[in-house]
């Protein structure tokens, strides 16, 4: 079993910025990947930034590219998000997943750990 916990997140204005935190626990693999999904009111759970432990490739949705960066620090199996020039629609809960391989997917079902989620409001 592995377990995560996310933290970071909160009430926000557009143009804001935050950073979301993961903390991972538990049994260990040699080698995975972490992401960071989200899930606004009414509507499907989608990726936002992937990231695979070992070799460090990120992944980035369109929607927060340029704006988001996922990063990791290996000796605190933590993974971050962080999120500059905040808009509305990033509203959402923000879910940290994991995945026991190097390859890092975009879709929920590829996932074997999820977190309990942080919620991220961002005010226009």
């Known amino acids: 079993q592995v377990q995560l916990v996310e933290s970071g997140g909160g009430l926000m204005q557009a143009g804001g910025s935050l950073r979301l935190s993961c903390v991972a626990s538990?049994?260990?693999?040699?080698?995975?990947?972490m992401a960071w999904f989200r899930q606004a009111p009414g509507k499907e759970r989608e990726f936002v930034a992937g990231i695979s432990w070992r070799a460090g490739n990120t992944y980035y949705a369109d929607a927060v590219k340029g704006r988001f960066t996922i990063s990791r620090d290996n000796a605190k199996n933590t993974v971050y998000l962080q999120m500059n020039s905040l808009k509305p629609e990033d509203t959402a809960v923000y879910y940290c997943?994991?995945?026991?391989?190097?390859?890092?997917?975009?879709?929920?079902?590829?996932?074997?750990?999820w977190g309990q989620g942080t919620q991220v409001t961002v005010s226009s």
């Open positions: 997943a994991f995945r026991n391989t190097q390859v890092v997917f975009s879709t929920t079902k590829e996932y074997d750990y």
């Open positions: 538990g049994r260990t693999f040699s080698s995975y990947s």
